[in-house]
């Protein structure tokens, strides 16, 4: 079984993958930034404590011993927070299941920060799991809460439910047409924010967006899932007419996409950022059914081996920045040439 981040879900075409993520504190301890190392090493071991009472595999993982390229690999695969990977504190860990489609990162902007991944459209049931997680955790540790304002968070845009519903899209189309600054403008005026690939303060690479809900107080978990599908159900309406368009000037998009393909084909040395803006065009033309010689496991495989820190893993060595991009060109043809 292919973990969540090779499989395609629903409208894979447009949407990557989707992810629910609650933010819990433990009561008694004061927010991280509060927090003394003792404070920090109590929660860890309060929540190592019940991981066996968790089920689904979860197992616990302290940072310490996780080596920056796993760490890394990690945020490159969106199971954990850059900013979480980089600490420089010995005090944070993970829950994460086999699957790692379930992890809770411990100590984080939160005491817990529980996310439940899924390739595709799939927020609905991504959601019953993620409740499903977080009553259990309930049944075994106390969470700050209060009966007038909801969950307690470190950042005040989390409380309430502490619920962050977000889905990584790929607009290609509305890019190539000139109608993405546009619709990016709509659904910011709708209430969702719009992020780079690595969620707060990341740019968006090859055409991909990270889209998510703002309010989290005075609303539920029904109405912010509600919400956030109605603007994507949008976003991939509108995408697919955009590529409807761009299909009507068939030799000049084949072009475009095959141009792509032959570098990612041809290249004997390549970035991970040139990569990635080359797989933009290549994902798009298989989607549309344009180029035949690339299936959609294929495409997925190139999109995480390419990353600096996969690459690594993909090949089981470390090695350098410049060594990097000539072993990538030889990874891709690899990946590509596979029966």
């Not at 949407?15 to 927090?35: D, M, Q």
């Not at 945020?75 to 860990?93: C, M, T, W, Y």
């Not at 976003?235 to 000049?252: F, M, P, W």
Request: aromatic residues 6%; neutral net charge.
């Amino acid at each position: 079984m292919l973990n969540w981040y090779l499989q395609n879900g629903k409208e894979a075409d447009v949407v990557i993958s989707s992810r629910i993520r609650f933010a819990r504190n433990l009561s008694g301890f004061p927010f991280i930034t509060k927090c003394k190392e003792q404070d920090l090493q109590q929660i860890e071991e309060k929540v190592k404590d019940i991981t066996t009472n968790l089920g689904y595999g979860i197992r616990f993982l302290r940072l310490k011993d996780i080596d920056d390229i796993t760490k890394m690999s990690l945020v490159e695969k969106h199971i954990i927070s850059p900013n979480f990977a980089l600490r420089q504190d010995d005090e944070g860990a993970i829950l994460i299941n086999d699957d790692e489609n379930i992890s809770i990162m411990i100590n984080e902007e939160d005491h817990l920060r529980i996310q439940i991944l899924g390739a595709g459209f799939d927020v609905d049931n991504l959601m019953n799991l993620a409740i499903e997680v977080d009553e259990k955790l309930q049944k075994n540790l106390d969470f700050a809460y209060s009966k007038k304002y909801g969950f307690l968070t470190a950042c005040p845009t989390n409380v309430g439910t502490g619920v962050r519903v977000s889905v990584m899209v790929h607009l290609p189309g509305l890019t190539k047409t000139g109608n993405i600054q546009k619709i990016l403008e709509v659904i910011s005026n709708f209430g969702m924010n719009i992020r780079g690939i690595y969620g707060e303060g990341t740019k968006a690479y090859g055409d991909m967006y990270q889209i998510s809900n703002k309010q989290t107080l005075g609303i539920s978990e029904k109405e912010i899932i509600k919400n956030l599908k109605a603007i994507v159900e949008k976003i991939i309406e509108q995408e697919r007419t955009a590529r409807k368009i761009l299909a009507k000037e068939s030799i000049k998009l084949e072009d475009s996409v095959y141009r792509a393909y032959g570098i990612l084909v041809n290249c004997k040395t390549i970035s991970s950022e040139e990569a990635r803006e080359l797989l933009s065009s290549v994902k798009l033309g298989t989607d549309m059914g344009i180029i035949k010689e690339l299936d959609d496991l294929k495409v997925n495989k190139l999109y995480l081996y390419t990353k600096p820190a996969n690459l690594q893993k993909y090949l089981g060595e470390k090695i350098e920045s410049y060594e990097r991009d000539i072993k990538r060109a030889e990874v891709i043809k690899q990946i590509i040439s596979e029966k």
